[in-house]
């Protein structure tokens, strides 16, 4: 059974930085691209970063372009999102996913269907 993990979050006041890992265990997913989602409260899903799956390529939300960075390390943990200069409206659930392709102009989908228990980032102001 494939399992996501994400671990990292907390709670960090504005300014700060936080650094995000995902772990999967069940499969591999070195020959996939990953990316990092967020759900804040009351409001759905969101697409936040996404990396190709030899970490060519980056893609980011405007929201958080130039303040976050998706790497991944095919050896250890499958990916990780540094978080820097961290708003008040980061607050969410983060959520890390395979994703179904990276095309440009499109935003990236979520390949898995099962999503991990998420690690939760709240940035008080």
């Known amino acids: 059974q494939v399992q996501l993990v994400e671990s990292g979050g907390g709670l960090v006041q504005a300014g700060g930085s936080l650094r995000l890992s995902c772990a999967a265990s069940?499969?591999?997913?070195?020959?996939?691209?990953m990316g990092w989602f967020r759900q804040a409260p009351g409001k759905e899903r969101e697409f936040v970063a996404a990396?190709?799956?030899?970490?060519?390529?980056?893609y980011y939300a405007d929201s958080v372009k130039g303040r976050f960075t998706i790497s991944r390390d095919n050896t250890k943990n499958p990916v990780y999102l540094l978080m820097s200069r961290l708003k008040p409206e980061d607050t969410a659930v983060y959520y890390c996913?395979?994703?179904?392709?990276?095309?440009?102009?499109?935003?990236?989908?979520?390949?898995?269907?099962?999503w991990g228990q998420g690690t939760l980032v709240t940035v008080s102001s």
């Open positions: 069940g499969r591999t997913f070195g020959s996939y691209a």
């Open positions: 996913n395979a994703l179904a392709g990276i095309v440009a102009g499109k935003t990236p989908q979520p390949l898995l269907d099962t």
């Open positions: 990396i190709s799956w030899n970490g060519g390529s980056t």
